[in-house]
C-alpha cells in the first residue's frame, strides 16, 4: 500500500509540474498572442480577465462534479484539455477562434485546480504530515521551465504553434500514463479509517444545516488566498514595469525579477514542508506573511535596481507558502467535505488574480507605482490575524484551549 502512495504522490507531483508549464507558456507569450490574433490594447484585458472567470466558474462546477465523479478522473480529463486548449491558442488566426480556446483553457484550468489540490489535501491527510508544499513546488519548477521554454521560442522568433506542439507532445502522454496511478486519498488507497468513515457519516447528514457557521469557518482562509494572489500577481504583472520604469534598470535586467521570484518560491516550497513539520503550520504562514511583506517594502522604498531585486526576492520565499497551506488548513477544518470546502477556496485564487493587477495599476496611474507596492503589503500582512486558522485544531471556542482531534466531528457534521 506504501507503494500505491508513493505512486499516486509522485503521479500528482507530476500533474502540477505539468500544469505550472503549460500555465506559464500561456502568459509568458501574451505579447506574441496578442501580435499574431490583432487583438488590440482596449480588447486584450477582455481576454485576459475571461480566464480567470471562466475558471472560477470552473472551480464552481467542479464542487458540484466531484459529488458524482472522483476528483482523479476529473483531473485526468481536465489536464488533457488545458493542454490541448494551449496548442489551440497556438493554431489559430482568428479572434473568435482565440476566444474558444481561451473558453476551454479558463473553464478546464478551474476543474484542473480544483481537483489538483482535492488530491493533494487528501493524501496529505493520509500520509499524516505536511506534503502540500512539495506539490506546489514542482508547480514552480514546471512554472520555470515553461517561462524558460517561451523565452527560447521568443529568442529563435518560433511560431506559438511550433513552441507548444513539443511541450504538447510529451506532457500529453505523460500525463495520461501517470493518471493511471492518482489517490484519491485514504478510501480510494484502502487506508480510510473508522474514524474517517464516521467524519464523513455526519458530515453528509448535516449538509445544509448551518451554512453561516460553514461561511464563518471557510471565510478567513478565502481572504488569505485572495490576499496571496492580489500579491503574486502584484508580482508578475508589475515587476518588469517597476524596475524599468520606477528604478531605472536595462529592459534586459527588468526581465530578471520574475525568474527571481519563481526561483524563490521554489526553494520556499522545497523546504516548507519540512517548516511546518518542525514549527507547525501557524508559524510558517506567519513568517512568510511577514518576510512578504517585508518584500514589498523593500521594493517600495528600493533606492534602484538591485535592491529592488532582493525585494523580489523576500516576495517569493514569503508569499510561496501561503497558498498551499490555505488549501491543507480547508481539508482541516472540513474533513468530511473537503474537496467542497477546496473547491470553493479555489475560487479566490482567481478572485486575487483579477483584483491583483488592476489594483496596482490603478493606484500606480493616479498616485505613484511606489506607494501602490504598499497596499498589497498591507493585505497580506492582514493575514497575520488569520494565521489561527491554520492551527491543526483552532481554537473555536473561544476559551483559549484547543481541543481533541475528535471534536473534528462536530465540525464536519456542519457540512458544505
Known sequence: MTDVLRRGRASLAFSFFAQGAT?????????????????????????????PILAGVGSVTTEQLVKRIRPSRLLRWS???????????????????????????????????????????????????????????????????????????AHWHLSLFVSYLPVVLVLLPAAFVGSRWYVDGGAASGLETDADAGVDAEAGKGQGESGALVFRLLLPLCLVMTFAYIGDSTVSNWSAKYLQDVLGSSEQLATVPYNVYMVMTLVGRAVGDFGVRRFGAVAVVRLGAVVAALGFAVVAVAPGAWVGMLGFTLLGLGLCVLVPQTFAAAGRLFPGASDAAIARLNIFNYVGFLIGSPLVGALGDAWNYRGAMLVPMVLVLATLGYARSFAPEPDRYGDGHERPRTADVGRGSNGL
Not at 136 to 150: D, E, R
Open 23 to 51: 500555465f506559464a507558456l500561456l502568459v509568458t507569450r501574451i505579447p506574441a498572442i496578442q501580435d499574431r490574433y490583432g487583438v488590440s490594447d482596449a480588447l486584450l484585458p477582455a481576454f485576459l480577465a475571461a480566464v
Open 79 to 153: 489536464q488533457p484539455v488545458v493542454l490541448l486548449a494551449l496548442l489551440g491558442v497556438g493554431s489559430g488566426d482568428r479572434l473568435v477562434e482565440l476566444a474558444v480556446a481561451l473558453g476551454a483553457f479558463g473553464l478546464a484550468v478551474g476543474a484542473l485546480d480544483a481537483s489538483m489540490n482535492m488530491l493533494g489535501v487528501s493524501l496529505q491527510r493520509t500520509y499524516g504530515r505536511s506534503i502540500m508544499l512539495g506539490f506546489h513546488a514542482t508547480y514552480s519548477l514546471g512554472g520555470i521551465v515553461g517561462a524558460s521554454l517561451a523565452w527560447v521560442g
